[in-house]
């Protein structure tokens, strides 16, 4: 509700003043802590090691389809 009253917002916007509203309030996060965060989610048990089976089994279940070439990768 802070956006709300800090924009003085009264009326219905369309997308483009939602992004500059968005741009103008959301903490910006580099891509690495992202990319960090998904792999703390994978490496379950603090090895810094991730599992192919795991990886493999995580990207089918998002309907991320393999290549028969890319399993092995």
């Known amino acids: 509700m802070a ?3 800090e924009e003085n917002l009264t009326e219905p916007f369309d997308f483009p003043r939602f992004l500059d509203l ?5 903490k910006v996060e580099p891509f690495d802590h992202q ?7 994978l490496n379950k048990d603090s090895t810094s ?3 192919v089976t795991e990886l493999r089994h995580i ?3 998002i309907s991320e389809k393999l290549k028969p070439s890319t399993n092995n990768e």
Do not use: N, Q
């Not at 990319?35 to 989610?41: G, N, S």
């Open 35 to 41: 990319l960090r965060d998904a792999f703390k989610v």
């Open 59 to 61: 990207l089918t279940s």
């Open 22 to 26: 968005m741009g103008k309030h959301m």
């Open 49 to 51: 090691l991730v599992s």
């Open 3 to 5: 956006i709300v009253a």
